[in-house]
């Protein structure tokens, strides 16, 4: 099903041309449960490639059962005008599932200290409406591994995204401007965040993610270059952090405009995290120069409850909102966080309003 192809340094290289065509006689059918088929027992090697919809069938469905692999090094990738490997544009109803693994082999990417606007994404999914990604694995992504934007109803579960903890801006799921987004039962260890919830994340259900390494689960950072940024009704649930940077992070740029706001950190185990509780209303890359504050996104309605486990720092929470806007209706409740050299848990809580119980009461302010 796939066209003609032939074989390379033991590849068997996929002929775009046959392949898009494959993809656009499937697509230009009528009726419903068509699918394209990568078979397995063969490893292909793939240069960019740009799935387009609309399709005329209800549902489409790509079935990863083989291995694809990148172009050996940065040099030899073709075609890498907009900076994605495998694409998929405007395509609704479709299901990409399978046993099947793609790598992008982006260590030399990594190693050139390339931009992270410079490299490839290595799947990205842009206004796929009731999407659904089951089963794959991903290996050593370039950049983000994968990509949901203007997507609606969308549902990953059981797949794998890897990279080493040290390859930069390696985020498993990054996330904007989708809404009803569901991820659960999956494993993500890279070099960034785990999933990175961006503007325009409403309505996302996050659980049973095993995270470790990356940075944890974070929302934004928003509101960069006065941009105003929307995050609301975030559920992150039965997640487990192992030797990440951090655990459960909201931040934010100063100058910011919008709102985060309807969060929950809910049943978390933590693994020698470093920052295992975190809002940062006061984040910056680093070379940018600190300006003064005058707007920020606004933070509000966020519980971490059911958190516990190991830090390996002594600072298990910090709390640092902005003096403009402040945050409030925080909740801090059944944290259970000890460290792990024995010391004494310390807590930092800044311009930040709500409650909190246990040995932390008092951290934030009463509104």
Not at 58 to 85: C, F, H, M, R, T
Not at 237 to 260: H, L, M, V
């Amino acid at each position: 099903m796939i066209g003609a192809m032939f074989l390379y340094n033991g590849f068997l290289v996929l002929k775009l041309c046959a392949f898009v065509e494959a993809w656009k006689a499937m697509c230009s059918s009528g009726g419903s449960n068509k699918t394209l088929l990568i078979p397995s027992d063969n490893t292909f090697l793939l240069q960019p490639l740009v799935f387009q919809g609309p399709c005329n069938s209800p549902s489409v469905q790509i079935q990863l059962d083989g291995k694809i692999v990148a172009p050996l090094n940065k040099a030899a990738w073709s075609g890498l005008k907009s900076y994605e490997w495998v694409s998929f544009h405007k395509i609704i109803g479709l299901t990409v599932l399978g046993s099947g693994t793609i790598n992008g082999r982006g260590s030399s990417f990594w190693e050139a200290n390339m931009p992270a606007s410079k490299r490839p994404t290595q799947l990205h999914f842009k206004g796929c409406n009731n999407l659904e990604i089951n089963g794959i694995t991903s290996f050593d992504s370039p950049r983000n591994h994968i990509s949901i934007r203007d997507c609606r109803q969308v549902k990953i579960t059981q797949i794998k995204l890897i990279a080493p903890g040290d390859s930069p801006n390696t985020d498993g799921i990054d996330i904007s401007t989708s809404t009803n987004v569901e991820i659960y039962d999956t494993i993500v260890g890279t070099g960034d965040d785990c999933v990175a919830l961006n503007s325009g994340s409403i309505n996302i259900n996050i659980t049973r993610m095993q995270c470790g390494p990356g940075h944890g689960i974070s929302v934004g950072s928003l509101g960069r270059d006065g941009e105003e940024s929307i995050v609301e009704n975030v559920q992150v649930t039965n997640c487990t952090f192992s030797e990440t940077t951090n655990g459960a992070r909201i931040k934010t740029w100063p100058n910011g405009k919008g709102y985060a706001r309807n969060i929950v950190f809910k049943d978390i185990t933590l693994t020698e995290t470093k920052n295992p509780i975190i809002i940062d209303q006061h984040y910056m890359d680093k070379g940018h120069i600190h300006v003064e504050e005058s707007s920020a996104v606004a933070i509000s309605n966020v519980i971490f409850t059911d958190i516990h486990g190991t830090s390996q720092k002594d600072e298990i929470i910090k709390i640092d909102c902005s003096g403009v806007t402040s945050c409030k209706d925080i909740v801090l409740d059944k944290i259970d966080i000890t460290t792990v050299d024995g010391n004494k848990p310390i807590i930092e809580c800044s311009n930040a309003y709500g409650k909190s119980t246990n040995a932390y009461d008092g951290c934030l302010k009463t509104q």
